[in-house]
């Protein structure tokens, strides 16, 4: 297991007693631990419906300004809105893997550039990253969001085909558009921020909106190139906000690979899996850092775009918010291949 996401803006926050932002499932914020140790949330409203929510951000001692509002946008990106000067946070290398060489970007005038990659053990496969980065600014000149994606680009020797398919995939939807897998695309933030501007000032605009996504790959060989997506951003509230999301292709044809691809059978896989996180997350280590009655959300981190196949196992994400407060970031389990009987045999040994 890995804990991702222990950011020096999320102990400030637990230091001032602030409340953590709504999570991706749309949930109020956690209150403070009981009297036994546990974090709790609170649940939802009467009706129970996944809708807008908005939570209270205080203002600071040091420029006295009002509470603002924090709302959910959509897919659960946390959209804050207010006055909060932005808090200095230091990024996780959330999939910065041992071994793995993205090296610095040699840019281009339009921002691009080719990195070193990383190439499989028997040399056919060849995966390197490309930077793309943008900026948006007020009529004014002011910096209103800056975007940044490091993104692969694969190489299959013998087979462009298969390595087409899945770099027109990653371009189409691993990036920052409409139908970005990092739920909300660049120009919804544009969007986000415009509107913040508007509403605060020039003078009150602290710092642009940011929003810095990237991918590690977890697995590469003759059958699986697996990758883990990562994103990184900040819109304009207490602290900033980070998302996991998993990604698999068959190294053979291109396509991306769904749970349905890997494991034997759903239910069967469905069952075990469960069995897994339940006995894991009441491991000592843990303590008492999830969320009170996380175990009733435990079965939905069997879905899709919260696994990826490693070189040890298959993982699950479970990302902030999703068991347990802010402050205790991602977590990452793992089922090692060799207690992984739910997934197919060549899933689970590339040779076969």
């Known amino acids: 297991m890995k804990s991702k996401g222990f950011y020096a803006a999320a102990l400030i926050v637990c230091a001032l007693g602030m409340s953590a932002c709504a999570g991706e499932k749309g949930e109020m914020p956690m209150q403070a631990e009981n009297g036994a140790g546990k974090a709790q949330r609170e649940e939802p409203g009467e009706s129970g419906e996944e809708t807008e929510r908005k939570q209270e951000i205080p203002g600071t001692a040091q420029d006295g300004r009002q509470p603002q509002t924090a709302e959910a946008g959509t897919d659960g990106e946390v959209r804050q809105a207010g006055g909060e000067e932005k808090e200095t946070a230091e990024r996780d290398s959330i999939g910065q893997e041992e071994g793995q060489e993205q090296g610095k970007q040699e840019k281009d005038g339009e921002g691009q550039g080719k990195g070193e990659g990383r190439r499989s053990a028997d040399g056919k496969l060849y995966i390197y990253f490309q930077e793309q980065e943008n900026e948006h600014k007020a009529e004014d000149g002011t910096v209103l969001l800056k975007t940044r994606?490091?993104?692969?680009?694969?190489?299959?020797?013998?087979?462009?085909?298969?390595?087409?398919?899945?770099?027109?995939?990653?371009?189409?939807?691993?990036?920052?558009?409409?139908?970005?897998?990092?739920?909300?695309?660049?120009?919804?933030?544009?969007?986000?921020?415009?509107?913040?501007?508007?509403?605060?000032?020039?003078?009150?605009?602290?710092?642009?909106y940011e929003i810095d996504a990237g991918y590690t790959v977890q697995r590469m060989d003759e059958k699986i190139i697996s990758f883990e997506a990562w994103k990184y951003s900040y819109t304009g509230g207490a602290h900033p906000n980070n998302y996991l999301k998993g990604l698999t292709f068959d190294a053979r044809t291109g396509k991306r690979l769904m749970l349905e691809d890997v494991v034997e059978d759903m239910e069967t896989a469905s069952a075990a899996v469960l069995e897994f996180l339940s006995e894991e997350t009441k491991k000592e280590q843990y303590g008492n850092i999830f969320f009170s009655g996380y175990e009733k959300d435990l079965p939905g981190l069997f879905s899709?775009?919260?696994?990826?196949?490693?070189?040890?196992?298959?993982?699950?994400?479970?990302?902030?918010?999703?068991?347990?407060?802010?402050?205790?970031?991602?977590?990452?389990?793992?089922?090692?291949?060799?207690?992984?009987?739910?997934?197919?045999?060549?899933v689970r040994n590339p040779s076969a």
Do not use: C
């Open 149 to 208: 994606i490091s993104y692969p680009v694969t190489e299959i020797s013998g087979n462009g085909q298969a390595a087409d398919a899945i770099n027109a995939y990653i371009k189409e939807n691993g990036s920052f558009g409409e139908e970005s897998i990092f739920t909300v695309s660049e120009e919804e933030a544009v969007k986000w921020a415009e509107e913040d501007y508007a509403h605060r000032g020039k003078d009150n605009w602290y710092a642009p």
């Open 304 to 346: 899709e775009d919260n696994w990826y196949l490693g070189e040890d196992g298959f993982h699950i994400i479970a990302n902030t918010y999703s068991i347990a407060p802010y402050v205790a970031g991602s977590f990452d389990f793992v089922i090692p291949y060799g207690e992984a009987d739910f997934l197919k045999p060549e």
